[in-house]
């Protein structure tokens, strides 16, 4: 049971790149989120999904896309990389079946530069 | 749009003395209502929860927080701190589980 992996865990980005960071979640939770934590900002919600095919936005979507195209997986796209987008990105799961305990990611560290 | 408030940013205390984190909330209905821990470099750790019943909710690490309507309040305490309770404490509410508001954290330094 792998629980919520993240990939990749560090990476650097020069502005203006696309890329992905990935979740992968097995034990079949509904609800997926996206957050980012910057210094002294706490965690702030990215985007959001309860279940395959719905999303929605959280508190600071803008520059972010994600889509849920299956249960397990839950993809967080930055389309145009901003220097304002550094920050460390958590990926959770979570289920009412399951007690709604929320089960966080390792985090995945960007530098956009 | 809901907003959780940790007033402390910082605070240090004695090893063995005991502590007290605040929080507060806003939110109409009973939110759902959590505590993590995070270390330098690391990920979370869940340290309680609340959702209903009980207002007064047990924890790991011998760490219990009481739930208070009136006040909007979820504060965290600890009878007596190790040296290992350093870390930054994080409270965060939601409607559901999976759109959670956090308060922008405690930094905890114990004094040996």
């Known amino acids: 049971n792998a629980g919520v992996t993240q990939t990749p865990k560090f990476q650097v980005l020069k502005t203006g790149q696309s890329m992905t960071l990935q979740c992968a979640q097995d034990?079949?939770?509904?609800?997926m989120s996206w957050y980012r934590q910057d210094p002294g900002m706490g965690l702030r919600l990215i985007h959001y999904?309860?279940?395959?095919?719905?999303?929605d936005q959280g508190e600071v979507p803008n520059g972010y896309n994600v889509s849920r195209s299956t249960t397990e997986d839950f993809p967080l796209r930055l389309l145009s990389a901003a220097p304002s987008q550094t920050s460390v990105y958590f990926c959770?799961?979570?289920?009412?079946?399951?007690?709604?305990?929320?089960?966080f990611g390792e985090g995945s560290w960007l530098t956009v530069v | 749009a809901q907003s959780v408030t940790q007033p402390d940013i910082h605070i240090t205390v004695s090893e063995g003395a005991s502590l007290e984190l605040r929080c507060n909330y806003s939110y109409g209905a009973t939110p759902y209502l959590f505590w993590y821990v995070q270390s330098p470099g690391q990920g979370l750790q869940l340290l309680l929860k609340?959702?209903?019943?009980?207002?007064l909710v047990q924890g790991i690490k011998g760490f219990e927080a009481e739930f208070k309507r009136s006040q909007s309040s979820f504060n965290l305490r600890k009878p007596s701190v190790h040296w290992s309770d350093a870390a930054e404490y994080f409270c965060a509410s939601g409607a559901g589980s999976y759109q959670l508001t956090f308060g922008k954290g405690t930094k905890l330094s114990v004094i040996p």
């Open positions: 609340y959702f209903s019943g009980d207002t």
């Open positions: 999904s309860v279940g395959a095919g719905i999303t």
């Open positions: 034990m079949n939770h509904e609800y």
């Open positions: 959770a799961s979570s289920s009412s079946l399951a007690g709604n305990t929320i089960y």
